[in-house]
Nanobody, 117 residues
Framework: QVQLVESGGGLVQPGGSLRLSCVASGFTFSNYLMDWYRQAPGKERELVAAISRSGGITNYAGFAKGRFTISRDNAKNTVYLQMNSLKPEDTAVYSC??????????WGQGTQVTVSS
């Protein structure tokens, strides 16, 4: 059974940092590209960052470049999202995900990030 479980969200002040984790199980983690998306209230879900199987290639949305870092530890079946210099507009539910051949996808349950003073 494929499962993705995120953690690390919470309430943080503007300018603060959070590190999100996503632990995967039920599949060979190191064989798949992983990514993080976010969805703010009333907005569409958007890609935050993606990372290749080995971790050697990463891609970021424009808003994430220079502030967020995606990484993975294949020995721990975990993908991370380090978020620095957080802004109120970063408030959203953050979810990790994996795509399967045939265009299906598995999402984690998401973790809430709230940036507010």
């Amino acid at each position: 059974q494929v499962q993705l479980v995120e953690s690390g969200g919470g309430l943080v002040q503007p300018g603060g940092s959070l590190r999100l984790s996503c632990v995967a199980s039920g599949f060979t983690f190191s064989n798949y590209l992983m990514d993080w998306y976010r969805q703010a209230p009333g907005k569409e879900r958007e890609l935050v960052a993606a990372i290749s199987r080995s971790g050697g290639i990463t891609n970021y949305a424009g808003f994430a470049k220079g502030r967020f870092t995606i990484s993975r530890d294949n020995a721990k079946n975990t993908v991370y999202l380090q978020m620095n210099s957080l802004k109120p507009e970063d408030t959203a539910v953050y979810s990790c995900g994996v795509n399967w051949p045939g265009n299906s996808r598995t999402w984690g349950q998401g973790t809430q990030v709230t940036v507010s003073s």
